[in-house]
């Protein structure tokens, strides 16, 4: 069974930080591009971050120079580094495995907030 289990949101205040995790498991993690999306209310849900199994990163322009996405192949993990937030970041971040359109895993979600 596929299981991809977001951690480390919460409340912060303008100007912090926080770091997301995606604990994977079922799959064979490291051949999967990984990555993080955010919903905000209202609207549609949009990607953050990209890693492959091998390549570049790419990352939305809102986010570019404050988050840094990062995987860890032997833990099976993702990660998102998130600093200098601002209250435009609050979200619901959703952790995604793409290794082809059949084999498209997501996460249930964690409420990122940031607000004062």
């Known amino acids: 069974q596929v299981q991809l289990v977001e951690s480390g949101g919460g409340l912060v205040q303008p100007g912090g930080s926080l770091r997301l995790s995606c604990a994977a498991s079922g799959i064979l993690f490291s051949i999967y591009t990984m990555g993080w999306y955010r919903q905000a209310p209202g609207k549609e849900r949009e990607l953050v971050a990209q890693i492959p199994s091998r390549g570049n990163t790419v990352y939305v322009d809102s986010v570019k120079g404050r988050f840094t996405i990062s995987r860890d192949d032997a833990k099976k993990t993702l990660y998102l580094q998130m600093n200098s937030l601002k209250p435009e970041d609050t979200a619901v971040y959703y952790c995604?495995?793409?290794?082809?359109?059949?084999?498209?895993?997501w996460g249930r979600g964690i409420q990122v907030t940031v607000s004062s």
């Open positions: 995604k495995a793409v290794f082809s359109t059949a084999t498209t895993f």
